[in-house]
């Protein structure tokens, strides 16, 4: 029993810790806007081609908005899927910064930064972020934090 109580407490240990590390809300913010940013652009320049281009044949003919809309959400998902899972950030926690770690400040798993990624699409999930914490539905739901890089 004395193991599990040590691996209890030294997973809470960790997280206290990484707790402390947490970004600031002005460094969430300022992710939030440059990843908005290049992940809008990149969805939009991306969407019009699918929808207009050489990809047209995959969607309705004429541009159908719905189709447009939906494969931009999937390409902002992707961007955050790609980027983190591969760097372990984005383009916004590059310039914050930052990065994101699991609740032990190791690497998260593809299956967390697929969850952050889709938590993302939950209405208001962008104003999940300004409680007293600063931490987010996307972060707090796949147990991932975003810290500042030491």
Do not use: C
């Not at 998260?108 to 962008?126: C, D, N, Y």
């Amino acid at each position: 029993m004395t193991d599990l109580n040590e691996t209890i407490d030294s997973a809470e240990l960790d997280e206290n810790h990484i707790e402390r590390q947490v970004a600031s809300k002005g460094a969430r913010f300022g992710n939030a806007v440059v990843d908005g940013l290049t992940s809008g652009l990149l969805a939009a320049a991306l969407s019009n081609y699918i929808v207009m281009g050489e990809f047209s044949l995959l969607v309705e003919p004429h541009g159908d908005e719905m189709n447009a809309t939906i494969i931009q959400y999937l390409i902002i998902t992707a961007y955050y899927i790609i980027m983190e899972a591969a760097l372990g950030k984005t383009l916004g926690k590059y310039v914050t910064g930052t990065r994101v770690v699991n609740h032990q400040g190791g690497n998260a798993s593809i299956g967390q930064i697929v969850g952050r990624s889709f938590a993302r699409l939950i209405p208001f999930e962008a104003f999940s972020f300004l409680g007293e914490k600063g931490i987010g539905w996307h972060d707090s739901l796949p147990k991932t934090y975003v810290i500042k890089e030491q």
